[in-house]
T-cell receptor, first 113, second 114 residues
Framework: DAGVTQSPTHLIKTRGQQVTLRCSPK?????VSWYQQALGQGPQFIFQ???????QRGNFPDRFSGHQFPNYSSELNVNALLLGDSALYLC????????????FGPGTRLLVL | KQEVTQIPAALSVPEGENLVLNCSFT??????LQWFRQDPGKGLTSLLL?????REQTSGRLNASLDKSSGRSTLYIAASQPGDSATYLC?????????????FGKGTTLSVSS
């Protein structure tokens, strides 16, 4: 059983560009959450998707948007990239219940130059 | 607003020592608390999850406790090994009608020397 997978593993972009990151949840999971982890910091919650809708959002600007597909996979899009967007982007999947463990993927490391 | 703090930020111990990592949170209305391990440049590995109704969880040499009333959790590592060297993150699960979100501390970076 494959766990949470993310692609690509690494990405280099320049300021002002747009980027799309992808996540496939653990088999049977219907909820996907995205987190941003800057160097030396703990992960920060970006948003959560369930039934193809964003149902909760952290303190991130509208430049950060996402999508969930019918097969529960998800994309994170970031527009007008800033240097400060350089970070490890983590995707987590769960079964949606409050008490459920969130399982994390290996992350995508984004470097903005 | 939920805030999670981890102390110490870094810890170096010789192999074989027992150690305690501390985590505190400001809002006791959490659904569970998780401890994660993160190796350099890697994703997160879940170590232990304590439900809000529980007081502790154990897995091998790891024991995590939760005291909601005081807003504290501890991760106890027995007989530390060099392979335990990593960053340990605690995270409180907040939930509302909209959904759930993990609120993380900044982590404790552990180095175990042989």
């Amino acid at each position: 059983d494959a766990g949470v997978t993310q692609s690509p593993t690494h990405l280099i972009k320049t300021r002002g560009q747009q980027v799309t990151l992808r996540c496939s949840p653990k088999s049977g999971h219907d909820t996907v959450s995205w987190y941003q982890q800057a160097l030396g910091q703990g992960p920060q919650f970006i948003f959560q998707y369930y039934e193809e809708e964003e149902r909760q959002r952290g303190n991130f600007p509208d430049r950060f948007s996402g999508h969930q597909f019918p097969n529960y996979s998800s994309e994170l899009n970031v527009n007008a990239l800033l240097l400060g967007d350089s970070a490890l982007y983590l995707c987590a999947s769960s079964l949606g219940g409050e008490q459920e463990t969130q399982y994390f993927g290996p992350g995508t490391r984004l470097l903005v130059l | 607003k939920q805030e999670v703090t981890q102390i110490p930020a870094a810890l170096s111990v010789p192999e074989g020592e027992n150690l305690v990592l501390n985590c505190s949170f400001t809002d006791s209305a959490i659904y569970n608390l998780q401890w994660f391990r993160q190796d350099p440049g890697k994703g997160l590995t879940s170590l232990l999850l304590i439900q809000s109704s529980q007081r502790e969880q154990t897995s091998g040499r790891l024991n995590a406790s939760l005291d909601k009333s005081s807003g504290r959790s501890t991760l106890y590592i027995a007989a530390s090994q060099p392979g335990d060297s990593a960053t340990y993150l605690c995270a409180a699960l907040k939930a509302n009608q909209a959904g759930t979100a993990l609120i993380f501390g900044k982590g404790t970076t552990l180095s175990v020397s042989s």
